[in-house]
């Protein structure tokens, strides 16, 4: 039986708490805390440690999927929770001021995890627009082409368990 750790991380509203509660077996630890910054103009409650979620494999393997708090006064949970990570999944609402933005700041955040452990990362872009993706999905590699080769960029919708769970099998094959 083997044991694996996946990490959610992103901003706050990227669908991190929402993609592992849409993939996991188990119901979710959720630490949601009365938003009490900006954020409260986006949600009214928002992680203030983390997410935790777990995927059941047939063969008897497990997969932990933990999500990061987004906002940056949490950012020692960021290092807490990727300790012993096998992969990164990084998480971005399209639907942003600035999306190409966010992830440019994930991507260097994690950014010893990412180039210098060479931890697998998948980037999921959130809450796109169907019609007519903006930005797309070209200018977010090209920024994640800025960090490492190869990162894989995925369009999500967080609450779909094929979405999420092809994010997850793409860092599992990584």
Do not use: C
Request: charged share 25%.
């Amino acid at each position: 039986m083997s044991n694996y750790k996946i990490i959610f991380t992103g901003p706050v509203g990227a669908g991190k708490t929402t993609a592992i509660g849409t993939l996991s077996d188990i119901e979710t630890v959720r630490t949601e805390s009365a938003a009490s910054d900006m954020t409260r103009e986006r949600k009214p409650e928002t992680t203030v440690a983390m997410d935790y979620g777990r995927i059941s494999l047939p063969d008897g393997t497990s997969i932990h999927l933990y999500g990061t708090p987004g906002q940056e006064r949490f950012d020692f949970m960021w290092d807490i929770l990727s300790r012993g990570s096998m992969g990164l999944a990084i998480l971005i609402n399209a639907k942003a001021p600035k999306p190409l933005d966010d992830l440019r700041f994930y991507l260097d955040a994690f950014k010893g995890l990412i180039v210098e452990q060479d931890l697998p990362v998948v980037v999921g872009i959130n809450q796109v627009n169907k019609d007519q993706p903006e930005p797309t999905r070209a200018e977010f590699k090209a920024v994640a082409e800025e960090f490492r080769l190869g990162i894989p960029v995925l369009m999500i919708d967080a609450r779909e368990e094929k979405d999420v769970r092809r994010m997850v099998m793409t860092l599992l094959f990584s």
